[in-house]
């Protein structure tokens, strides 16, 4: 299985602020998805975006693919304290497999 | 709402142990998934089923095997737990893919400790 790589480790931003966050991988693929891990819910997948897209919007989150570049990115707006959690990108669909992630902290 | 459950929350095994973890999905989903989760290396693929009595090696099987009897029920087995194996592990069910979706459902995970 393919894993993503995410950037930043980690991200601390104040309540109201956006959050971005990168993802890159090696091989192409036929989609990405993102999830959110945090102690409360668990692993929770957020959002799937399809190679031949270029953008997906649902609620406050906002999902971009380049695939010339190999990387997505994903932004949060207008963060709450409940959007503190793990996020992670996973390239393809099947066999998940997931990097390190990207921690954010969303302080009051 | 799509629900997976794992057997424990925290189990703790001593070094040669033979560990059943099991999980159970209530949405008659084909596709079930054992991961492990460690700091540094990310969530990991340990095996998958795709059919009753199906099952394939995901990217780091060694020291594993697994049975899927029925459809709601996917274990994961430690033959002879080795400290390495101390981990997260995480289930995971699958329905087929209809129009391009590829969302798993995880359970809680459980959380194993091999002193």
């Known amino acids: 299985s393919q894993q993503g790589e995410e950037d930043p480790q980690a991200l601390s931003i104040q309540e109201g602020e956006n959050a971005t966050m990168n993802c890159s991988y090696k091989?192409?693929?036929?989609?990405l998805q993102w999830y959110r891990q945090n102690s409360g819910r668990g692993l929770v997948h957020l959002i799937l975006?399809?190679?031949?897209?270029r953008e997906k919007h649902s609620g406050r989150l906002r999902v971009t693919l380049d695939t010339s570049k190999k990387s997505s990115s994903l932004l949060i707006t207008a963060s709450r304290a409940a959007d503190t959690a793990s996020y992670f990108c996973?390239?393809?669909?099947?066999?998940?497999?997931f990097g390190a992630g990207t921690t954010v902290t969303v302080r009051a | 709402d799509v629900k997976v459950t794992q057997s424990s929350r925290y189990l703790v095994k001593r070094t040669g142990e033979k560990v059943f973890l099991e999980c159970v999905q209530d949405?008659?989903?084909?596709?079930m998934f054992w991961y492990r989760q460690d700091p540094g290396l990310g969530l990991r693929l340990i095996y998958f089923?795709?059919?009753?009595?199906?099952?394939e090696k995901g990217d780091i099987p060694e020291g594993y095997s697994v049975s899927r009897e029925k459809k709601e029920r996917f274990s994961l087995i430690l033959e002879s737990a080795s400290t390495n194996q101390t981990s997260m592990y995480l289930c995971?069910?699958?329905?087929?893919?209809?129009?391009?979706?590829?969302?798993?459902?995880f359970g809680p995970g459980t959380r194993l400790t091999v002193t």
């Open positions: 995971a069910s699958r329905g087929e893919v209809i129009q391009f979706s590829y969302e798993q459902y």
């Open positions: 091989t192409s693929i036929n989609n």
């Open positions: 975006i399809r190679s031949n897209e």
């Open positions: 996973a390239p393809n669909d099947y066999k998940l497999s």
């Open positions: 949405m008659d989903h084909e596709n």
């Open positions: 089923s795709y059919d009753v009595k199906m099952k």
